[in-house]
């Protein structure tokens, strides 16, 4: 394990604060969802971020790398458990704010650039470093489509089951 500490440094101290910011504000938000519609969307989080790393990231198009080699590690699989607490958020604050017809563009657009604020960060915490002539304006694409994916999915899901917990 000596490999690990090697290379520790700001990108995976910014991994672990985000990290505890993230779920201690999970938390502390009232649990609100069922307990398999709550870990539903915390695994769609985690996996839709693994898929696009996988694709566009260092797999088919090698467009970025993150933390400091374009090999996996374990820090990599720290910063895919940051994106299950955000996909959680947002539809808890889809379900919250009631997004209908009307409000859904507002809601995806807005949530499309606090991801794109988000890589910004990583990129200046060095947690993301992009190759390969991919640019962050990119990225506005990648969140319109899993955002969208995401509040769909939800509606989706809400129309045949009962999501809210027993209150």
């Keep these: ?27 502390i938000l009232p649990f609100k969802f069922k307990r398999e519609i709550t870990w539903l969307f915390m695994l769609l989080g985690f996996t839709i971020g693994v898929f696009f790393d996988f694709t566009i990231g260092g797999g088919l198009f090698d467009f970025f ?11 990599d699989f720290c910063y895919y458990l940051i994106f299950a607490p955000f996909s959680y958020f947002f539809i808890y604050f889809y379900d919250t704010f ?12 807005l949530w499309v650039i606090v991801g794109v604020i988000m890589q910004w960060v990583f990129t200046k915490l060095g947690i993301v470093e992009f190759q ?36």
């Design 1 to 27: 394990m000596n490999f690990l500490w090697e290379t520790f440094d700001k990108n995976e101290i910014s991994i672990m604060i985000l990290i505890a910011i993230a779920y201690t504000i999970f938390f």
């Design 65 to 75: 790398k993150l933390n400091d080699t374009d090999h996996y590690e374990l820090f």
């Design 132 to 167: 390969n002539g991919y640019e962050i304006s990119y990225s506005f694409a990648v969140f319109l489509i899993t955002q969208t994916f995401t509040a769909l999915y939800f509606e989706l899901i809400r129309s045949r089951f009962r999501v809210l917990k027993n209150i």
């Design 98 to 109: 009631n997004v209908n017809k009307k409000t859904f563009n507002f809601y995806i657009l």
